[in-house]
Each structure stands twice: as structure tokens, then as C-alpha cells.
């Protein structure tokens, strides 16, 4: 149910139990302070097999990025749509690994393109925590602009960046 999807680089592809360790590591680190974490592995299996359960509920989702080469784990990017969330996002982490390289540029732009030209999505955003620098640079160089600050139950006030819609893309 999951596709996979193709860059130059990357495979974005369903998460695999294989992933887990790769994850947990992520989860364990300061990297996660932005999403909720730093979280334990057990957490780390709850979150991972919440990115396949999206998408049985939603029809989309988010997507493990793997290296193309040799299928190792780099980062997660997608399509998210939790039920507190005010409109589906773009979201992205990448693991320590894999900063700095462009590869949450290039699989958000693969993932932004399967939303507008499969889903028929006609706009998106990515909701991004105070603080965290390089997720908004990665919007701004996205081409999304920030619009307003939403503030949700549970992570507080967070930065709405709006991503241009697939007209302003051709």
C-alpha cells in the first residue's frame, strides 16, 4: 500500500522492522527535541509502526528515506495528517548521518510532488518548533513562506510555513 518512490540518491519507501535500530538511535538523541522526543526504543517501535498506520488510515503518509545504494535508513519524510493537526503537512528529520547532504530537500521535494500530482492536494504546509533553524531554512529553500504561528495542545506555538501550491511550481 505504501509506494516507493525514486530520486537520483534516495528510495523513499515503507518503514521496515530493519529500520528500527537506526530509529531508536534517532529517537534517543537531542535531534528529536523538535518532534517530540527524545523518545526510547519501545517508543521508537510505537512511532515507527504509527508511520504505517497512517497511511492505512489516511491514505498517505510518511516515507523511510533510504540510500539507494545500500538501503540504509537517512531520515523520514511524508505526508502527515494527525487528527490535532490543522491541515496536512510536509514533514521531515533526517538522522545525524545524513545533515547537511540536501537529502531532506530532495525527498521533501519528491514527497511535495506526490501530493500535488497524485492526491490532487492543491496546498500544504509544514508546521516548525521555535528553534529549530534548519528546518526553517529547509522551508524557506522549499519555497514556502511563513504565514502564521499555530499553537497546538500538546507541543505549543509552532511556525506555519506555507508551501506554494503546484500552479506556482510549473
Not at 45 to 60: E, K, T, V
Not at 72 to 83: D, K, S
Not at 112 to 129: C, F
Request: glycine share 10%; hydrophobic share 40%.
Amino acid at each position: 500500500m505504501i509506494p516507493v518512490l525514486q530520486t537520483e540518491r534516495l528510495t523513499l519507501r515503507g518503514p521496515e522492522l530493519s529500520d528500527l535500530d537506526a530509529y531508536a538511535e534517532y529517537g534517543a538523541s537531542p535531534r528529536t527535541a523538535y518532534v517530540g522526543g527524545p523518545f526510547n526504543r519501545a517508543q521508537a517501535f510505537d512511532r515507527l509502526s504509527n508511520l504505517i498506520g497512517h497511511w492505512h488510515l489516511r491514505g498517505f503518509g510518511r516515507w523511510i528515506i533510504a540510500d539507494q545504494d545500500t538501503n540504509a535508513p537517512l531520515g523520514i519524510v511524508g505526508l502527515y495528517y494527525p487528527e490535532d493537526w490543522p491541515e496536512p503537512e510536509i514533514a521531515w528529520s533526517v538522522f545525524a548521518d545524513a545533515e547537511g547532504r540536501g537529502i531532506a530537500y530532495e525527498a521533501a521535494l519528491v514527497a511535495r510532488t506526490y501530493a500535488y500530482e497524485t492526491l490532487g492536494w492543491t496546498t500544504a504546509i509544514s508546521l516548525i518548533i521555535d528553534g529549530n533553524t534548519r528546518s526553517f531554512a529547509l522551508a524557506e529553500r522549499l519555497g514556502a513562506r511563513f504565514e502564521k504561528i499555530y499553537t497546538h495542545p500538546e507541543y505549543g506555538e509552532m511556525a506555519m510555513w506555507r508551501h506554494p501550491g503546484p500552479e506556482a511550481l510549473q
